[in-house]
């Protein structure tokens, strides 16, 4: 069946560090969502991308959506203790456009002050 | 624009009891999701509704999990009885119709504990 495969699995960085991570499927999405989860609360999306190839930035958060269509990266510039958390990444669980979402694993991420 | 409010927060049962978790999505939404989190994985898909009927309720375990959404506004997802595996954090999301990624927005969720 489906599956997203993220990596790394956690990271423990330094503050002012740069984060790089990603998430891989053996099947093509034509949208690829990444969340981020903080202890108590619910995914809160970060960045939403729809075409291949298309690079999108947040803030200190950059995005792209692989020419494959089946990867997608995240980049996380000069971190803060505030990105600690989990991301994800996630798409339509049949890999069309509804709103029935798939997630990976997700990714841990420590900012040590 | 106030969020998806979910109740309880926190829920502790024995195995073979019973228990209900609350949704109420963002208003006007018309799509509400329920998903299932269990430690250290992603949240995974159990039932999704268009206004108060199922679209895709493809991955609830129909033996134990039911749900439903009366009038097409609140949500109920219950199960009966509770297994030591249904430990984990019931998430609830809603969506304009159609709605992926901004615009689809998920509720703080309820942790459930079997014990």
């Known amino acids: 069946g489906q599956q997203l495969n993220q990596s790394p699995q956690s990271m423990f960085i330094q503050e002012g560090e740069d984060v790089s991570m990603n998430c891989t499927s053996s099947?093509?999405?034509?949208?690829w969502l990444w969340y981020k989860q903080e202890p108590g609360e619910g995914p809160v999306l970060l960045i939403a991308l729809y075409k291949a190839g298309e690079l999108t930035s947040n803030g200190r958060l950059t995005a792209q959506f692989g020419i494959t269509r089946k990867d997608s990266f995240l980049n996380i510039s000069a971190s803060i203790p505030s990105d600690v958390g989990i991301y994800f990444c996630a798409g339509p669980l049949y890999g069309g456009s509804q709103g029935n979402l798939i997630f990976g694993k997700g990714t841990k991420l420590s900012v040590k002050p | 624009e106030a969020g998806v409010a979910q109740s309880p927060r926190y829920k502790i049962i024995e195995k073979r009891q019973s228990v209900a978790f609350w949704c109420n999505p963002i208003?006007?939404?018309?799509?509400l999701y329920w998903y299932q989190q269990i430690l250290g994985q992603g949240p995974k898909l159990l039932i999704q509704?268009?206004?108060?009927?199922?679209?895709?309720d493809s991955q609830l375990p129909k033996d134990r999990f039911s749900a439903e959404r009366l009038k097409g506004v609140d949500s109920t997802l219950k199960i009966q009885p509770a297994k030591l595996e249904d430990s984990a954090v019931y998430l609830c999301?809603?969506?304009?119709?159609?709605?992926?990624?901004?615009?689809?927005?998920f509720g703080s969720g309820t942790r459930l504990t079997v014990v």
């Open positions: 999301a809603s969506s304009s119709v159609g709605g992926l990624g901004y615009g689809y927005t």
């Open positions: 208003s006007g939404h018309a799509t």
């Open positions: 509704f268009q206004n108060n009927g199922v679209v895709d």
């Open positions: 099947s093509i999405f034509n949208t």
